[in-house]
Nanobody, 117 residues
Framework: HVQLVESGGDSVQAGGSLTLSCEISSISVMRYCLAWFRQAPGKSRELVAS???????EYSDSVKGRFTISRDSAKRTLYLKMDNINPEDTGTYTC????????????WGQGTQVTVS
């Protein structure tokens, strides 16, 4: 049974930094496409960043140059380092895993809240 558990969400001031973590059980983090999504109040969920099985990373235009996605296979953990955060980054951040980045994600965490003021 695959479980994804996020942590690290917090209330931060604009311009600050935050690192989110997603602990993943029961699958090899190196064999899956892993991604971070976020959903702001009143908006649809959007893909923020993804990393595929050969470490190719992609970012949404809104976070490119400010966010960094990475993973640690030994810790079975996916990370999202967020720098120069702004109020538009407020939302619920959720990690997801799937066999390929082009497929529909079927494995999701519960989410962690980030609030930027």
């Amino acid at each position: 049974h695959v479980q994804l558990v996020e942590s690290g969400g917090d209330s931060v001031q604009a311009g600050g930094s935050l690192t989110l973590s997603c602990e993943i059980s029961s699958i090899s983090v190196m064999r899956y496409c892993l991604a971070w999504f976020r959903q702001a109040p009143g908006k649809s969920r959007e893909l923020v960043a993804s990393i595929n099985r050969v470490d190719r990373v992609e970012y949404s235009d809104s976070v490119k140059g400010r966010f960094t996605i990475s993973r640690d296979s030994a810790k079975r953990t996916l990370y999202l380092k967020m720098d120069n955060i702004n109020p538009e980054d407020t939302g619920t951040y959720t990690c997801a895993a799937e066999g390929d980045c082009l497929w529909t994600y079927a494995r999701w965490g519960q989410g962690t809240q980030v609030t930027v003021s």
